[in-house]
């Protein structure tokens, strides 16, 4: 198993700039997959952004070029740059394991962009 737990959340301004951070009980193995989720009010759990073992990263269309995900294995931590943010990236963002076909979820921790 793993247990991972996010911190970092919080009431931005827009165009302003957060980092998420996921601390893993676990390293990153070979053939895992690590990543952030998000699910704003009424909307359904969309990828924000995944890294592999090997640093492939993908990203969900609407962050591509103002979020940036990085791992930093000696600490078991995954992050989430988080720049040029719009009221429309307010959402509880969740971390994601994907492991052996086994997906493990954070708690979750919100992220409100709002003047």
């Known amino acids: 198993q793993v247990q991972l737990v996010e911190s970092g959340g919080g009431l931005v301004q827009p165009g302003g700039s957060l980092r998420l951070s996921c601390a893993a009980s676990r390293s990153m193995f070979s053939n895992d997959n690590m990543g952030w989720y998000r699910q704003g009010p009424g909307k359904q759990r969309q990828l924000v952004a995944s890294?592999?073992?090997?640093?492939?990263?993908t990203y969900g269309e609407s962050v591509k070029g103002r979020f940036t995900i990085s791992v930093d294995s000696a600490k078991k931590t995954v992050y989430l740059q988080m720049n040029s943010l719009k009221p429309e990236d307010t959402a509880v963002y969740f971390c994601?394991?994907?492991?052996?076909?086994?997906?493990?979820w954070g708690q979750g921790t919100q992220v409100t962009v709002s003047s």
């Open positions: 890294i592999t073992s090997s640093s492939r990263t």
């Open positions: 994601n394991s994907l492991r052996a076909g086994v997906n493990y």
